[in-house]
């Protein structure tokens, strides 16, 4: 398994998705998400 300090460096600036929050406070985080989402759910270019 990789670790996140092969892709990322610290102090780096991501786009995520929160894929999901537990009753502990966890975090759940997904920049995948972000890349498969379909087209309808992007922000339309301005024109």
Do not use: C, H, W, Y
């Not at 996140?4 to 998400?33: C, H, P, T, Y």
């Not at 890349?35 to 270019?45: L, N, R």
């Amino acid at each position: 398994m990789n670790a996140v300090g092969d892709f990322l460096k610290e102090g780096q600036i991501v786009k995520v998705k929160v894929v999901e929050a537990d009753e502990k406070g966890r975090v759940r985080l997904s920049m995948k998400a972000l890349i498969d989402a379909p087209a309808a759910t992007e922000t339309p270019a301005a024109e």
